[in-house]
């Protein structure tokens, strides 16, 4: 016969309550200890997301440093570009008396103060935008039904130029003008004529093979008769205003490259038109009465 023992009973009911009191406690751990790892993790990726925010910030840092320093080396250029423009126009001997005159005032006030400066960078900023915008309209009207290697337009300095070639304008050998030019110089003269502030120089270049005709005797006389025949033509069929035109002969001299090849004298042989400020206006922009207050 079995004995009934209590204890026995309980001591039982006590093992297995503790032992899933055990078990819930140890999950309750579990999920804390996948919160604390999760955590972790997005603390890990918020370091190395500000690491990255503080790199990017010290690269613009340095970027701005750079920066700052290339302005400063822009203006010291500026400076030594203005003394020595100042050092050139010391130099000139042909000038109007008014030109002289406000030479002389600019001079004098550059020692006062700076806003000199100024105007003469505003100066240049609007003859660079005046002469870029011209090129581009010339570029534009004379693309079409010319070859590249026949024109070249590009801007020097404060002008522009315009070099065609001679089989563009005129016959070989000659000045007379081909049928060509016209349709070519009126194209020319329109932009011209948008442009009156602007004067126009025709210079008549050869290449170093001698001529000598009952009309010619020589390439200087060549290249002058080149350069008056555009001009008569853009004075007369086209309505330029004489008094912007001039006309120069350049002969074989300055010549783009050896007169070695039938190319390079080719090339050599060639018409160009400058584009350029009248001087009296060109003056008045570095007049020191127009600097800014």
């Not at 210079?203 to 020589?218: F, L, M, Q, R, V």
């Not at 080149?226 to 205003?241: G, P």
Request: aromatic share 4%; with cysteine; hydrophobic share 40%.
């Amino acid at each position: 016969m079995k004995i009934f023992n209590p204890y026995i009973i309980v001591a039982g009911t006590l093992l297995v309550f503790t032992s899933c009191v055990t078990k819930k406690k140890y999950k309750a751990l579990q999920a804390d200890l996948a919160t604390a790892q999760q955590q972790a993790t997005a603390c890990e990726n918020d370091a190395a997301r500000l690491r990255s925010d503080n790199t990017n910030l010290r690269n613009t840092v340095t970027l701005k440093d750079e920066l700052v320093e290339d302005l400063k080396s822009q203006l010291a250029d500026c400076k030594k570009i203005r003394d020595k423009q100042l050092s050139t126009v010391g130099d000139l001997t042909v000038l109007t008396q008014a030109a002289n005159d406000n030479i002389k005032e600019t001079l004098s006030q550059l020692e006062r103060k700076d806003k000199y400066i100024h105007l003469l960078q505003a100066a240049k900023s609007k003859a660079d935008s005046i002469n870029l915008a011209l090129a581009v309209n010339l570029k534009s009207v004379l693309k079409e039904g010319l070859d590249d290697k026949d024109v070249d337009v590009k801007v020097d300095k404060t002008v522009v130029f315009i070099n065609l070639s001679d089989n563009v304008l005129f016959k070989p050998g000659s000045s007379d003008l081909s049928p060509k030019a016209n349709a070519v110089l009126a194209k020319i003269a329109k932009i011209i004529e948008a442009r009156q502030d602007l004067e126009v120089m025709v210079e008549g270049y050869t290449d170093s093979d001698p001529i000598k005709n009952s009309c010619t005797k020589d390439n200087w006389d060549l290249s002058v008769h080149r350069s008056t025949s555009v001009v008569r033509m853009l004075q007369s069929e086209f309505k330029v205003n004489p008094n912007r035109l001039i006309a120069a002969g350049r002969s074989e001299f300055n010549a783009l490259v050896p007169n070695n090849s039938d190319a390079n004298k080719a090339l050599n042989r060639r018409t160009r038109i400058i584009i350029l400020p009248k001087l009296n206006e060109f003056y008045d922009l570095l007049d020191p009465k127009n600097a800014p207050k």
